[in-house]
């Protein structure tokens, strides 16, 4: 069953379970993963493909702690409830069972947020710099949820569309953000797997994809983004957001600001 939505050179999947369906009807990804280039196994790769990888999110939330301080954000509400962050402790000792201070997130009244993040990488740009790289993506993505920002978030893939390397093929993935599922968006941001062993091998079976880039070279084109859209492009080893990455979220978020 296809799972996708066609709309000329774009693939577009609702979910990662989806995508992921649709990868495996149609090609075998086993045969091209390669656990070295990718960082992690194949088994690992199905596994957190389908319910995540909640090791990434405390490097994520490390990252914001360096910034924090500096956001311009309002001072957090905060609220007393049976589960929350820290304990009140007069009032866990009187017995009270909303004992608990959990911090209050307001709906933001601003426009929601479209964020899309390229996965795709030239074949030398290692597992580890991809993981760096989606990490500071996924704390960008915290740091709006945590505003209370409304948000749709996407992956694509960028690759040729027939064997003379002059089409286009942009595979377009949606994140679970209504409700978020981090662990879930961790990986796919993250984990170079989801592009080099599931993306390329749909590729493979299904696009006319053989190992080049989209003659297309423009990102925003290939997601039909807005001007108001943050869209980061195919992975390079001078990003700013693997070579200063806490400057390179204030830009984002100053940038959300204005809007």
């Known amino acids: 069953m296809e799972n996708y939505k066609r709309d000329s050179f774009r693939y577009v999947w609702d979910s990662p379970d989806a995508f992921l369906a649709d990868v495996l009807a149609v090609s075998n990804p086993s045969s091209r993963h390669d ?3 990718v960082g992690e196994t194949y088994a690992q790769t199905l596994e957190r493909t389908k319910f995540g990888n909640l090791d990434l999110i ?3 939330e490390a990252l914001l702690s360096q910034i924090e301080a500096e956001l311009d954000n309002e001072s957090p509400d905060w609220t007393y409830q049976v589960a929350g962050s820290y304990p009140d402790i007069p009032a866990f000792l009187s017995g009270d069972p909303e004992c608990m201070r959990a911090r209050l997130v307001r709906p933001n009244e601003k426009a929601p947020v479209r964020v899309f993040v390229c996965t795709t990488s030239s074949a030398g740009v290692s597992a580890d710099i991809l993981l760096k790289r989606g990490i500071v993506a996924l704390a960008l993505v915290m740091q709006l949820v ?3 920002r409304p948000i749709e978030l996407w992956t694509f893939t960028k690759l040729d569309g027939n064997a003379k390397h002059n089409g286009s093929t942009c595979l377009m993935v949606r994140m679970p953000t209504a409700p978020v599922d981090m662990a879930r968006i961790a990986h796919c941001l993250s984990a170079c797997s989801f592009d080099r062993t599931l993306a390329m091998s749909f590729g493979y079976a299904k696009t006319g994809f053989c190992g080049g880039w989209a003659s297309e070279r423009d ?12 869209v980061l492009g195919e992975a390079h080893y001078t990003d700013e957001l693997i070579t200063q990455p806490v400057k390179w979220i204030q830009k984002q ?6 809007q």
């Open 253 to 258: 978020l100053a940038k959300l600001n204005e």
């Open 219 to 230: 990102v925003r084109k290939l997601v039909n983004a807005s001007p108001s859209d943050i």
């Open 58 to 60: 405390p490097k994520a």
């Open 146 to 148: 945590k505003q209370g």
């Open 35 to 37: 656990a070295g280039w």
